[in-house]
């Protein structure tokens, strides 16, 4: 089994405003942090509703959405002006008003040396971010998001009638 850093999405949307610490390497001392950015990963890939024409697409003016093939919305950040006209279109909320800034940190899994001392999963107060050993288990509501990426996420699938 591998390590993952791991993130409960219902124990992390609790939290009004997320203080945990981020050793993102390329920025060290900023005050953002990748947890959004995975946070809006996981939505994207476990909540959104793929809609066949989405209206968070069309409500951008910027073209920063973009539907891909296989369905899953990708935010290109250095078109996205951050005005959250998507979030406001969507018809099901899945679109989080907290996860699209203007400045986005993608996270980096803490390239740093020593691995096993993850800043966000040491300083989560409510325990939402972990690195530990985890698997999938659709049981449980865990899916993997890449490879060192575990969320705990009420998965959205499209049931045919």
């Known amino acids: 089994m591998a390590k993952r850093l791991f993130i409960d999405l219902n124990k992390c949307d609790a939290c009004e405003k997320c203080a ?9 001392r900023m005050t953002d942090h990748g947890i959004l950015g995975l946070r809006e990963l996981a939505t994207f890939v476990l909540i959104c509703r793929r809609c066949e024409e989405p209206s968070c697409v ?3 003016k910027f073209d920063a959405l973009e539907r891909q093939a296989d369905g899953i919305l990708k935010r290109h950040n ?9 979030s406001h279109a969507c018809p099901f909320g899945t679109i989080y008003l907290d996860t699209l800034s203007f400045y986005d940190v ?11 001392k993850i800043p966000c999963a040491i300083d989560c ?7 530990r050993e985890v ?7 865990i899916f993997l998001v890449g490879e060192r990426l575990a969320v705990r996420a009420p998965r959205w699938n499209k049931k045919d009638v």
Request: aromatic fraction near 10%.
């Open 58 to 60: 069309a409500a951008c």
């Open 20 to 28: 945990v610490h981020c050793a993102y390497f390329y920025r060290p």
């Open 125 to 131: 107060a409510k325990q939402a971010v972990e690195f």
């Open 135 to 141: 698997e999938e288990s659709p049981k449980d509501g």
């Open 106 to 116: 993608k996270c980096d899994f803490c390239a740093l040396p020593g691995g096993d």
């Open 78 to 86: 250095m078109r996205c002006v951050s005005c959250k006209c998507c």
